[in-house]
């Protein structure tokens, strides 16, 4: 569990909103230290992350009065981001809970996603209400998500036999559980090459594979197969025209896929099924046209 504490990196100079995000987090540590005691049972957990949802919705709708007080000019984006995570992320989260009987690997999951929804929002989104950083224009998801949705539905379906589900388009890097990452290039019929990122929870992973939980009995070419399926379905996206290879340098770490990440992926989405979360992401960059060689030049 990464760590959940309130740190004054966090503040914005706006006490009303200031003392509601110190207060999210220590809501948030709360219910990860009743897991850590065998006595919490189901009834706990569920007024706790009740008292947690309802905490937050007070405080997206008092960030939001103040955000109108002072005209800020990002309100409609950030209210978007908010309705956004109330909407989709928060449903999906919690029907997780349920389905698993709010299990501590549940609990961890919703309160692991929060924590760090809630801190890449304070620094990119609530910093920007105070002018401290430029707020940067939000990528419009909206018309594109039905289309990547059914695709990553037929991918997982195809690959893990279970259907899929869209919980945010506002994925930003959270842990969502112990999982396998992998990267793809491919270039387009237009001249664009496209970086596409995966990463699937094991428990949905290990089951294309048929195994339990034994990583280490899977070899990376077992895990090159199960990407390459789901990248083969995934790609149909886009007019590809080039594919590469996938080999072992395409498989990253929970780190690698971080700083991966943090590169800056437009389109980064959170999915969930039965069996566990994944995360779709692509970029997207012009090539630069190569000029021919001597060789080419006198064909």
Request: charged share 30%; net charge neutral.
């Amino acid at each position: 569990m990464e760590n959940i504490a309130w740190d004054e990196k966090f503040n914005i100079g706006v006490d009303v909103i200031d003392k509601a995000h110190a207060k999210l987090f220590r809501i948030m540590k709360k219910l990860i230290d009743m897991s850590e005691d065998d006595e919490t049972n189901q009834t706990t957990y569920k007024e706790g992350i009740k008292y947690l949802e309802a905490y937050s919705m007070t405080h997206f709708s008092e960030e939001e009065t103040y955000m109108r007080s002072v005209r800020y000019q990002g309100y409609a984006q950030h209210k978007k981001i908010h309705d956004n995570f109330r909407d989709k992320t928060l449903v999906s989260l919690k029907k997780d809970l349920e389905l698993s009987n709010y299990s501590t690997t549940a609990v961890h999951r919703f309160v692991g996603i929060m924590n760090n929804w809630l801190a890449e929002h304070i620094m990119i989104e609530d910093q920007a209400i105070v002018g401290r950083i430029i707020n940067r224009k939000g990528y419009d998801l909206s018309s594109q998500i039905p289309v990547i949705s059914r695709v990553m539905n037929r991918a997982m379906t195809e690959v893990f036999q279970t259907e899929s589900k869209f919980v945010s388009a506002d994925y930003k890097g959270q842990n969502f559980g112990k999982a396998l990452y992998c990267c793809y290039f491919c270039d387009t019929e237009s001249g664009i090459r496209l970086q596409l990122l995966l990463g699937v929870e094991e428990t949905l992973f290990f089951r294309a594979a048929k195994q339990q939980e034994a990583e280490k009995e899977m070899t990376e070419e077992e895990k090159l197969r199960v990407f390459g399926q789901l990248f083969q379905t995934i790609s149909k996206l886009f007019r590809v025209e080039t594919e590469y290879e996938l080999d072992k340098d395409n498989l990253l770490t929970r780190d690698g896929f971080r700083a991966n990440f943090m590169k800056g992926y437009p389109c980064s989405l959170l999915f969930t099924t039965k069996v566990g979360y994944f995360v779709f992401c692509y970029r997207s960059w012009r090539v630069k046209k190569q000029k021919p060689s001597a060789d080419e030049k006198t064909v």
